[in-house]
């Protein structure tokens, strides 16, 4: 097993603010990994640290062996990291089609035709929505919009901040289900999840956090098992 994402002694927020007080976290070649936790306990920003988009204090962040904790985004992006936000994520003023060319303007206008083809694989619904205002687009149908937009720099390691949040229970298992089929098609995948019931089904292993720091990780069934961490942090069994 070869490890994509090696996460060690992470300390990190905004300016002043600590959020992060010490992540150990790695995730290996083709995993599905989700994080759980409280709101607030820091599990955007963890990303978006990893991202370059939130302060690192101190810590080691390597991606394949390299150190990527002073990389910029573009060059994330460009060496097969794509990461899905959990608040705006598509362009409301643009298109369909305009949002998914976005994800991939450094294309040439036939690669990206075939990926903004592949892309659309997964969610055929949005074939028919391509000259539509993502302003017009419902919840769930902008989160695919977001999640194919992702796909279209066709990165190895796609990172997923609560891409099911506010969605109806068939959007929300349509979702995940795409996401485990990237995982089939070879993806390694870390997602933040509200629905953690769901996205633990389809993980290998999950790690809860609580004020910044990893509470707990075990493999997922254990988590989904557990009656005591599993009643308090999953709520009770439906
Ligand atoms: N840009 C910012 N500047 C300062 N503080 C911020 C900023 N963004 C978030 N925070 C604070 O950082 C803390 C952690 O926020 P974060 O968004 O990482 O939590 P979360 O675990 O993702 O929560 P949720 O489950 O609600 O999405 C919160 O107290 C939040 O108010
Ligand atoms: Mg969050």
Same mark, same amino acid.
């Given at each position: ?20 007080n ?14 759980i ?14 991202f ?24 994330l ?48 619904? #949005?074939?028919?929505?391509?000259? &539509?205002? !993502?302003?017009?687009?419902? /919840? +769930? @149908?902008?989160?695919?919009? *977001? ?6 720099s066709?990165?190895s ?40 019931? #769901?996205?633990?089904?389809?993980? &290998?292993? !999950?790690?809860?956090?609580? /004020? +910044? @720091?990893?509470?707990?990780? *075990? ?9 005591d ?7 009770a069994?439906?």
């Open positions: 097993m070869s490890r994509v994402l090696e996460v060690i002694g992470l300390t990190g927020g905004y300016g002043p603010i600590q959020i992060l010490g992540i150990d976290l790695h995730v290996e070649e083709g995993e599905f990994i989700t994080i936790g409280p709101n607030g306990c820091g599990k955007s920003t963890f990303i978006k640290v990893i370059g988009i939130a302060d690192r204090y101190e810590g080691l962040i390597s991606y394949r062996g390299e150190d990527i904790s002073t990389w910029r985004p573009d060059q992006v460009n060496n097969g990291i794509a990461y899905v936000p959990q608040v705006d994520n598509i362009f409301p003023s643009l298109t369909v089609r305009e949002n998914l060319q976005m994800g991939g303007i450094q294309l040439t206008s036939k690669i990206l035709a075939e990926r903004i083809t592949e892309a659309l694989d997964m969610f055929g619904d #949005l074939k028919f929505r391509m000259n &539509d205002l !993502g302003a017009s687009l419902s /919840g +769930g @149908e902008r989160q695919m919009l *977001a999640i194919s937009r992702a796909l279209i066709n990165p390691f796609l990172l997923l901040d609560e891409p099911t949040a506010a969605l109806s229970p068939k959007y929300q298992t349509e979702i995940i289900n795409s996401i485990a089929a990237l995982k089939g098609k070879g993806l390694t995948i870390l997602i933040i999840e509200q629905n953690a019931r #769901l996205s633990l089904s389809k993980s &290998d292993r !999950g790690y809860i956090f609580v /004020g +910044g @720091e990893v509470a707990y990780v *075990a493999n997922a069934d254990q988590l989904l098992n557990s009656t961490i599993g009643a308090y942090f999953l709520g069994k439906s």
